[in-house]
């Protein structure tokens, strides 16, 4: 085959590289952004939690175990929409998740938690939501896998679900997580 | 009508701008903000930068923006805030790294094959203009032969009709 017949086949070789390149990045969703912090520290806090306006307490709180890392509040719906999945997860699975109420009204976070059920550790009131622009929030809810040594390794933007937590836990069993059953 | 068109143009531009009441002390800050606030790209709403968006983290965002270039931080400094938490998404300008040569170099490198391309070819058709092929050769003379006879036979035809 001559030169100049080769040279016709470029564009069908551009056209099958590009077709394999869409529809690789055709299922992606545009709205989940790759997190900045992954496999970086904790952002360094200091806030009080919501059942305790006097309790203050700083990143440290974090370590020594691999935990979810859930923000929430009570003006977002998804949040309410994946609370009883939260609720399952913690006492089926005995997950430790530590809530971040953000830019929220400590009564409201108070009166959530009273009436559907607490399945947080512990919740950290942040009313001015400045952690949560240290940890590059950009919309409720978000889940983070926070390993023991409170460095960040996973983010999930939306709603936690059966379909999510499989993903989640497999993430969690390989940082050394196990299941407890309460 | 050229400055009215103008002038229609700039209102325009105003109804899409989210309105803040941000104080500034000086011109030169508010051209800071101004020119930081187009170039970052809000989280959640994809498409608009922190001036052109309503939604509350890009509300946040143009307060930090604020709070950050009066205690006269530099447009650097800025920037690399955001990226520490909202990764290079955030810059719709984006940084020249290893994983974004494609996005900087890739065109110049596709107009260099388009050029390349464009060469090779001009360069085969004016070969084949100077050197025709033997078989162009044989055609064209054949071409010129039979013309030359078919206007003797015209000019015979119509010589003799005239005379």
């Given at each position: 085959m001559s030169m100049r017949r080769v040279l016709l086949f470029i564009p069908l070789v551009i056209c099958i590289v590009l077709g394999f390149l869409f529809a690789k990045g055709?299922?992606?969703?545009?709205?989940e952004l790759p997190s900045a912090?992954?496999?970086?520290?904790?952002p360094a806090f200091s806030l009080a939690t919501i059942r305790n306006a006097n309790e203050v307490l700083t990143e440290?709180?974090?370590?020594g175990e691999v935990r979810l890392v859930n923000v929430w509040a009570t003006w977002c719906p998804t949040c309410k929409q994946e609370h009883s999945f939260l609720n399952k997860l913690a006492q089926a699975e005995g997950v430790e998740i530590i809530g971040i109420n953000y830019k929220d009204q400590r009564n409201k976070a108070s009166e959530w938690l009273k009436r559907y059920r607490d399945p947080y550790v512990f919740n950290l009131y942040d009313e001015q939501g400045s952690l949560g622009l240290d940890l590059g929030v950009y919309g409720a809810p978000e889940t983070y896998i926070v390993d023991a040594q409170a460095i960040i390794r996973y983010r999930h933007v939306g709603e936690v679900n059966a379909r999510v937590w499989v993903e989640l836990k497999a993430k969690m069993l390989a940082l050394g997580w196990s299941p407890k059953k309460s | 009508m050229k400055w009215f068109t103008i002038v229609l143009v700039l209102l325009s531009f105003s109804v899409f701008a989210a309105i803040d009441t941000f104080e500034f002390s000086s011109d030169s800050e508010r051209q800071m903000f101004r020119q930081l606030s187009e170039e970052l790209r809000c989280p959640k709403c994809q498409n608009q930068n922190l001036a052109g968006s309503n939604s509350a983290i890009a509300l946040d965002l143009r307060r930090e923006l604020h709070r950050m270039v009066l205690s006269g931080q530099s447009t650097v400094q800025i920037k690399t805030f955001m990226v520490d938490r909202y990764?290079?998404?955030?810059?719709?300008k984006p940084s020249v790294n290893s994983s974004t040569y494609m996005l900087w170099y890739g065109p110049f490198a596709l107009l260099f094959i388009g050029f390349f391309v464009v060469f090779m070819m001009s360069r085969k058709t004016s070969v084949s203009a100077e050197k025709p092929t033997d078989n162009e050769v044989v055609n064209k003379s054949a071409k010129h032969e039979e013309t030359t006879s078919h206007r003797q036979k015209m000019h015979d035809l119509l010589g003799s009709k005239n005379d």
């Open positions: 055709l299922p992606l969703n545009p709205t912090k992954i496999g970086k520290p904790f440290a709180s974090l370590k | 990764g290079e998404f955030v810059l719709y």
